[in-house]
């Protein structure tokens, strides 16, 4: 579990960030398909990081089909991916 909210040691802050957006685009991009995964991201969410939770979440997020998985990851990672600006002058 090295990815996003589930990357050991961070904030936890950060950690609920990622979650909510995790789950965000989770609810979003998959729809009932996501239900599972969008309540186990939702409890891990509001336990403040318990890592069984967390490790439950990453789990039900792992039982997505893998189009859903690709289609929310890559999402994922874009919102995460600092905006570059670039000036034209």
């Known amino acids: 579990m090295t990815w996003g909210p589930f ?3 961070i904030d936890a802050a950060e950690r609920k960030a990622r979650l909510r957006s995790l789950r965000a685009l989770v609810k979003v991009l998959t729809g009932p398909r996501g239900h599972d995964a969008n309540l186990a991201l939702l409890r891990a969410e509001i ?3 318990d890592s069984d939770v967390l490790r ?3 789990a ?3 039982r997505l089909g893998t189009l859903d998985q690709r289609r929310v990851l ?3 990672a874009d919102v995460q991916t600092p905006i ?3 000036v034209h002058g």
Do not use: I, M, Q, R
Request: charge should be negative; aromatic fraction near 12%.
């Open 56 to 58: 439950e979440a990453h």
């Open 7 to 9: 990357v050991p040691g």
């Open 60 to 62: 039900e997020f792992g």
């Open 84 to 86: 570059l600006k670039v």
């Open 74 to 76: 890559s999402s994922f």
């Open 47 to 49: 336990t403040d990081g």
